[in-house]
């Protein structure tokens, strides 16, 4: 069956066992010394590591400080070369400018955002402020309630007519130059009347400032008569040229003809902005705001002048039902009928205010006060004494809530309550100190039939303004 040139080899079982072993020999052999290799090569790199450890370390930590240095380098040249194109100035003033460049930078940055301010709410991202929309804002009815339940039915404003008094003199420039802390403006209450004003009865007889026709805070009859006409208003104001004026934003056209804005200023501001071509229009306006021009401020602390729009607008306002407080260095950008719907009517309050962002003691309040210098410490201390005595806690919330308020907006229905409880915190600041954050929670506490109140979190007062911070130093009324 084969051919003759076919040659036969005979394989045994045992020569085929013994050429596997071998192939399989082979190939441990050669796998080993990979092995050896690959080991050796590691131990190579080990050495050098531990060799040459220092030398990695300092490597990235010279190129670190090389770079740190030149951007401290960079710096200095930039002001340099600001200083040279400049005109020579005074240090000081130069720093000024500086400084005021950065804050004026830092402003248009803020202004006219209306971005909305969101937070996480069990799991769920939503508006820290739910607004109704612009077609429900136009056929929106402002209420005029009438609470029967109420306590207070009626406030009684004390001035000179109801008891005469003849321990002060009456000539303002005495009172700028001894500053008192009571005046021809408020009226002197003493620490029983003082007890007194907080006891509740359906019709209350209290201090609320506008003592006197001689205490200043003068207003031209032009300008009493538009604020007459107000039912809803917004208000803010800049005493002593610290501030600029920002233009609301975010309006319905309902609420552009409902709305008042009012802007307050004094003479400082007025000569102020005029130099930076701010000027009031034939009708009183600059845009959206009326600025009303007060002459004779009653107080030399401009910070306790900008406490009487702040919370007295029931008095500088008699026929306005709601009123919206937005601080000089903020832009108010939201619908004001819209606000006062979400903060007050949805929920059934008659006030509603900022919540402190860090603080909810009195007491740890009233150190960073003094520690910022925003108060002198024997004011501080005589404050806290008198709350400590009249027994406020350390830590007070009201509803679950901070009770410390940050106050830089304030959103309220005009009731007799509400009239009170302002009047009170109108002169505790007289009486202590002008940081009213640390009277607002001791006024809450004492009058305790105040409870339809709204302290909303922080996130929805920054969907209500956009922060612009204190432009520059607020000048006094006299150096």
Same mark, same amino acid.
């Given at each position: 069956?084969?051919?003759?040139?076919?040659?036969?080899?005979?394989?045994?079982?045992? =020569?085929?066992?013994?050429?596997?072993?071998?192939?399989?020999? $082979?190939?441990?052999?050669?796998?080993?010394?990979?092995?050896?290799?690959?080991?050796?090569? &590691?131990?190579?790199?080990?050495?050098?590591?531990?060799?040459?450890?220092?030398?990695?370390?300092?490597?990235?930590?010279?190129? &670190? &400080?090389?770079?740190?240095?030149?951007?401290?380098?960079?710096?200095?040249?930039?002001?340099?070369?600001?200083?040279?194109?400049?005109?020579?100035?005074?240090?000081?003033?130069?720093?000024?400018?500086?400084?005021?460049?950065?804050?004026?930078?830092?402003?248009?940055?803020? *202004?006219?955002?209306?971005?909305?301010?969101?937070?996480?709410?069990?799991?769920?991202?939503?508006?820290?402020?739910?607004?109704?929309?612009?077609?429900?804002?136009e056929h929106l009815e402002i209420p005029m309630?009438?609470?029967?339940?109420?306590?207070?039915?009626?406030?009684?404003?004390?001035?000179?007519?109801?008891?005469? #008094?003849?321990?002060?003199?009456?000539?303002?420039?005495?009172?700028?130059?001894?500053?008192?802390?009571?005046?021809?403006?408020?009226?002197?209450?003493?620490?029983?009347?003082?007890?007194?004003?907080?006891?509740?009865?359906?019709?209350?007889?209290?201090?609320?400032?506008?003592?006197?026709?001689?205490?200043?805070?003068?207003?031209?009859? =032009?300008?009493?008569?538009?604020?007459?006409?107000?039912?809803?208003?917004v208000s803010t104001c800049a005493f002593g040229?610290?501030?600029?004026?920002?233009?609301?934003?975010?309006?319905?056209?309902?609420?552009?003809?409902?709305?008042?804005?009012?802007?307050?200023?004094?003479?400082?501001?007025?000569?102020?902005?005029?130099?930076?071509?701010?000027?009031?229009?034939?009708?009183?306006?600059?845009?959206?705001?009326?600025?009303?021009?007060?002459?004779?401020?009653?107080?030399?602390?401009?910070?306790?002048?900008?406490?009487?729009?702040?919370?007295?607008?029931?008095?500088?306002?008699?026929?306005?039902?709601?009123?919206?407080?937005?601080?000089?260095?903020?832009? #108010?950008?939201?619908?004001?009928?819209?606000?006062? =719907?979400?903060? &007050?009517?949805?929920?059934?309050?008659?006030?509603?205010?900022?919540?402190?962002?860090?603080?909810?003691?009195?007491?740890?309040?009233?150190?960073?006060?003094?520690?910022?210098?925003?108060?002198?410490?024997?004011?501080?201390? $005589?404050?806290?004494?008198?709350?400590?005595?009249?027994?406020?806690?350390?830590?007070?919330?009201?509803?679950g809530k901070k009770a410390l308020s940050e106050?830089?907006?304030?959103?309220?229905?005009?009731?007799?309550?509400?009239?009170?409880?302002?009047?009170?915190?109108?002169?505790?600041?007289?009486?202590?100190?002008?940081?009213?954050?640390?009277?607002?929670?001791? $006024?809450?506490?004492?009058?305790?039939? *105040?409870?339809?109140?709204?302290?909303?979190?922080?996130?929805?007062?920054?969907?209500?303004?956009?922060?612009?911070?204190?432009?520059?130093?607020?000048?006094?009324?006299?150096?």
């Open positions: 069956m084969f051919s003759n040139n076919s040659i036969s080899i005979s394989v045994s079982d045992d =020569e085929a066992d013994e050429l596997g072993r071998m192939r399989v020999r $082979v190939r441990r052999k050669r796998k080993k010394l990979g092995h050896r290799l690959k080991n050796e090569f &590691l131990h190579r790199v080990a050495r050098k590591l531990v060799r040459y450890w220092a030398l990695l370390i300092f490597l990235p930590a010279l190129g &670190l &400080l090389l770079y740190e240095v030149s951007r401290i380098g960079r710096k200095p040249s930039l002001v340099a070369k600001s200083e040279l194109s400049a005109p020579e100035k005074p240090s000081l003033v130069g720093a000024e400018t500086v400084k005021n460049s950065s804050l004026e930078k830092k402003s248009d940055g803020n *202004l006219n955002r209306l971005d909305h301010t969101t937070r996480v709410v069990g799991g769920v991202r939503q508006r820290c402020l739910d607004i109704l929309s612009p077609e429900e804002l309630r009438e609470d029967s339940n109420t306590p207070v039915k009626k406030v009684v404003y004390i001035s000179e007519n109801d008891t005469p #008094f003849s321990g002060w003199n009456n000539s303002l420039s005495q009172e700028h130059t001894e500053a008192p802390r009571f005046n021809s403006f408020t009226g002197s209450q003493t620490l029983d009347q003082r007890a007194k004003s907080f006891k509740v009865n359906e019709t209350v007889t209290m201090n609320c400032g506008f003592y006197s026709e001689n205490g200043g805070f003068k207003i031209s009859n =032009e300008d009493k008569g538009y604020m007459d006409s107000c039912k809803v208003v040229g610290g501030d600029d004026l920002y233009q609301p934003i975010g309006m319905s056209e309902a609420s552009l003809r409902k709305v008042c804005y009012v802007a307050f200023w004094d003479e400082i501001t007025l000569s102020t902005q005029e130099a930076a071509e701010h000027r009031i229009d034939g009708n009183g306006f600059i845009g959206k705001w009326r600025i009303v021009v007060v002459k004779d401020l009653p107080f030399s602390d401009q910070r306790l002048n900008g406490k009487i729009p702040k919370m007295l607008p029931h008095r500088l306002f008699p026929h306005a039902k709601y009123s919206i407080w937005v601080d000089s260095k903020s832009q #108010f950008r939201r619908d004001p009928l819209g606000v006062l =719907e979400a903060l &007050l009517w949805r929920s059934n309050s008659v006030l509603a205010i900022s919540e402190h962002g860090a603080r909810s003691s009195v007491y740890d309040e009233a150190k960073a006060v003094v520690k910022k210098n925003k108060a002198k410490p024997e004011e501080v201390e $005589v404050q806290l004494t008198q709350y400590r005595h009249d027994g406020l806690p350390e830590d007070k919330r009201f509803n106050a830089s907006v304030i959103v309220r229905e005009h009731t007799p309550l509400t009239n009170m409880f302002m009047c009170l915190w109108f002169n505790e600041v007289v009486r202590f100190t002008s940081r009213d954050q640390l009277s607002f929670p001791y $006024v809450l506490w004492r009058l305790k039939v *105040l409870k339809k109140i709204n302290i909303f979190p922080v996130c929805t007062r920054k969907d209500l303004v956009n922060s612009m911070g204190h432009i520059r130093k607020a000048k006094p009324l006299r150096s």
